[in-house]
Structure formats: structure tokens, C-alpha cells
């Protein structure tokens, strides 16, 4: 007899308070019932239980014995969960939240891919700089940027998020192309809002120095920064996945290339208990892939 449907008899036994109940429950006869009880008995040469003609009692080790019965049946159960779930192709509804200019620039081209690779998951991805709750706002997985808190997410690295120093041949046709950091109080530096910062931390080998920056524009939005550079308006600090097709395409000018300029770490985190989900182990398999 299979050890593992005698201990589900014994189990059902003890808690239905007879084998013929748990017979009941099982589909099989007492006279069965009863033999995988003898058997389980006859393994361990321990008796489990008391029986007589109105009711049964469970012996001491009996007690321990259930108890340990009904732990290594749930190990089984979920690994059995665990390998079916892992057959299953992904499918259903995936919810993520992820930093808007991550999401605009690098995300959203690659996710053609994603999604030809698994064409019965939809994605709907939420575009935001805010740290979302996951369990109160009902997301799966978020992209992060930046030093993450001690927060019981599960996370994986994906590749720094690196910046960059640019500006448009226009605006150093007009105002001069600065030839160290320090050059760039002279300048129009475009600032992001509301957070605009009067220094931007530039490294030169030796060590990294805050420089002083100042300008006429601030804008909240990376994207509009981008087009303001674009536009000659000054020289923008921003995400190189934000810069980094401008200045390929000869519209904006990388500055400072060999200099060290901030990069934040940057992951995909995610319940520790969701990950089991196919739907959601392909997206964070494919965004670590796609972007380690």
C-alpha cells in the first residue's frame, strides 16, 4: 500500500473520529480503511490506536504521529501545486507598477516581445514614481529605483539606472561647449521640479564633486526636459534611457562622457509568496532578461 494514502486514511480517522467515516471519505471500504491503518502500524511497530466496540482513542505516539502526518501531507500537497503551476503556461490579468520614465523609454518597446511570448497574459502596467503598496493596491510586481527599505519583497537586480550630461548642438552653437563640470554655472542648466537641485554630483576620477547648477526652466516631467534640451532651451541631467536616442539620432550632445555621473540601483521586486503565480514568473524572468 502506497504510505502516503494510509496516512491520509489515519489522518481522516482522527478527525472524522472513525475509520469508518474516513472510509466514507476516501471512497473505500472499512475492511481498507482499516488495512492501512494495520499497515501503517505494522511499519512504524507502534500501535496508533485505541479501539473499541463505541469509540477510539489515540495512543500518545498516535498523537504525534497525526500531527506529523498532517505536516508532511501539506509539504506534499503544495509541491505537488508547485509542479502543476509550473506546467501551466502563463495566463490571466498581470498588474505592475513601474517608474514612468523606465516604463515610457524601456519598458513599453520590449514588451512587444513579452507579450508574443506569451499571448494569453495581459498586461496592465500603471506608470508611476510613487512606491506603491503591492498588497493594498492589488499589484503583482514594481520596478524600483533606488536603495530599496527592508520591506519583505523578494528582489531581483536589474542593471543600474545610469544618467547622463546633454545638450543640443543649437545650445553650444550659442552659449559654448562647457569643457569641465565646473563650467556649468555658466550655463542654463534645466532642473527637474519640484525637487529641483542646486548641485549635480559629477565624478572625475578622483573622487565625486557637487557642482553648482542654476536656470531660468524647471519642469516635473522627464520627458518635457528632454524636449526642452532638444529645443536648445539648456543642459538637462536626466536617465540615459531618456537621452540616450537623442543623442544617437545627432539631437542632443552627450557631455562629460568620461566622466563618473550618479547611478542608482534599480530592481523588480514581488511577493514572496506570488512568484509560484506562471503568469508572474514570466514577467519578472523576461524584465531580469531583458534588462540585468
Not at 509541491?79 to 523606465?102: H, S
Not at 548642438?169 to 556649468?184: I, K, N, S, V
Not at 519642469?219 to 524636449?227: D, E, H, P, S, T
Not at 531618456?242 to 557631455?255: D, P, S, T, Y
Request: proline share 7%.
Amino acid at each position: 500500500m502506497d504510505v502516503f494514502d494510509s496516512m491520509r486514511v489515519y489522518v481522516l480517522a482522527v478527525e472524522k473520529g472513525s475509520l469508518s467515516a474516513a472510509a466514507l471519505a476516501c471512497g473505500i471500504s472499512a475492511t481498507m480503511a482499516g488495512n492501512h491503518l494495520r499497515t501503517l502500524e505494522k511499519r512504524l511497530g507502534m500501535q496508533l490506536l485505541q479501539r473499541t466496540t463505541r469509540r477510539q482513542h489515540l495512543t500518545p505516539f498516535g498523537q504525534d504521529y497525526y500531527t506529523r502526518c498532517k505536516e508532511i501531507l501539506r509539504l506534499v500537497a503544495e509541491t505537488d501545486a508547485q509542479a502543476q503551476n509550473q506546467q501551466l503556461a502563463p495566463a490571466g490579468r498581470l498588474r505592475v507598477t513601474v517608474p514612468v520614465t523606465f516604463g515610457t523609454e524601456a519598458l513599453m518597446p520590449a514588451l512587444p516581445a513579452y507579450l508574443e511570448r506569451y499571448p494569453e497574459v495581459s498586461l496592465d502596467v500603471s506608470l508611476s514614481d510613487r512606491v506603491v503598496d503591492l498588497v493594498e493596491e492589488g499589484f503583482e510586481a514594481a520596478v524600483r529605483v533606488g536603495e530599496l527599505p527592508d520591506s519583505g519583497l523578494i528582489a531581483q537586480a536589474l542593471a543600474p539606472y545610469r544618467l547622463m550630461v546633454c545638450a543640443s548642438p543649437a545650445y553650444l552653437e550659442r552659449r559654448g561647449m562647457p569643457l569641465q563640470p565646473q563650467d556649468l554655472g555658466q550655463h542654463e542648466c534645466l532642473c527637474f521640479a519640484p525637487t529641483a537641485l542646486t548641485h549635480w554630483r559629477i565624478g572625475d576620477g578622483e573622487g565625486a564633486s557637487r557642482v553648482p547648477v542654476s536656470g531660468r526652466l524647471q519642469v516635473n516631467q522627464g520627458q518635457a526636459l528632454r524636449v526642452a534640451a532638444v529645443h536648445g532651451l539648456g543642459i538637462v541631467l536626466q536617465p540615459a534611457i531618456l537621452l540616450e536616442a537623442e543623442v544617437r539620432a545627432g539631437r542632443l550632445v552627450q557631455l562629460f562622457p568620461h566622466h563618473e555621473l550618479p547611478a542608482r540601483p534599480m530592481n523588480v521586486v514581488y511577493l514572496p509568496d506570488r512568484y509560484r503565480s506562471p503568469k508572474l514568473r514570466s514577467f519578472v524572468d523576461f524584465v531580469v532578461e531583458r534588462f540585468r
